[in-house]
């Protein structure tokens, strides 16, 4: 089966600029995650949908960062204003519902911030 | 709060020699623990979950949930084992499956 696709790979910003990234999930997947993984860390959560609806945002920085999964199927993670700290990999993942199952990783998309 | 702690960024390890990769946890109902791999250039992928019980690639992972740590262990290292290592958290909040993961241990087998 064809994996989680995510684009873009990369992109260099300068602060202050605005970004958006695009994420589908395997098919059939009901559960999407948006991760924010900055140098040396661990992945962190930023929001959870179950189909179109939101479960999870509570990590999300609200005042500069959005999301929506319209249709229940692919994604996107907008930032407007971009600030320096937001660089990091952002890996989208999926899972065929969210009661203990695998969850499925993207390549990430690597986001620079000048 | 959920937390994991993965004390070691590095492991070097001679190929043969056993490996274990240490995961500790801070949660105070029934945790739902991973072990998640991404070797170079590759996504990051499950490894093993401690509820399935099972060894994938060698690797075991037992949930200790008296000393709240979940080590990942290999008897004899591989030079393929060479990745980011991260152990995750699961299993708790109602509707949400997210995960809490550790910062990673970079596991290096030298030849």
């Known amino acids: 089966e064809a994996g989680v696709a995510q684009s873009p790979r990369y992109k260099i910003i300068e602060k202050r600029q605005s970004v958006a990234f695009w994420c589908n999930p395997i098919s059939g997947h009901a559960t999407l995650y948006w991760y924010q993984q900055i140098l040396g860390q661990g992945p962190k959560l930023l929001i959870q949908?179950?189909?179109?609806?939101?479960?999870?945002d509570s990590q999300l920085p609200k005042d500069r960062f959005s999301a929506e999964r319209l249709k229940g199927v692919d994604s996107t993670l907008k930032i407007q204003p971009a600030k320096l700290e937001d660089s990091a990999v952002y890996l989208c993942a999926s899972s065929l519902d969210w009661v203990q199952e695998t969850q499925y990783f993207g390549p990430g998309t690597r986001l620079l911030v000048l | 709060a959920q937390r994991v702690t993965q004390p070691e960024k590095l492991l070097s390890v001679f190929k043969g020699a056993p490996v274990e990769l240490k995961c500790n946890y801070s949660?105070?109902?029934?945790?739902?623990l991973f072990w998640y791999v991404q070797y170079s250039r590759q996504r990051l992928q499950l490894l093993l979950r401690?509820?399935s019980r099972e060894s994938i690639k060698g690797f075991t992972a037992d949930l200790n949930k008296g000393e709240t740590s979940f080590h990942l262990k290999k008897p004899f290292a591989q030079e393929e084992d060479s990745a980011m290592y991260y152990c995750a958290l699961g299993g708790y909040g109602g509707a949400t499956n997210k995960l809490i993961f550790g910062t990673g241990t970079l596991l290096a087998v030298q030849p």
């Open positions: 949908f179950q189909n179109n609806g939101v479960v999870d």
């Open positions: 401690h509820i």
């Open positions: 949660y105070s109902g029934s945790p739902e």
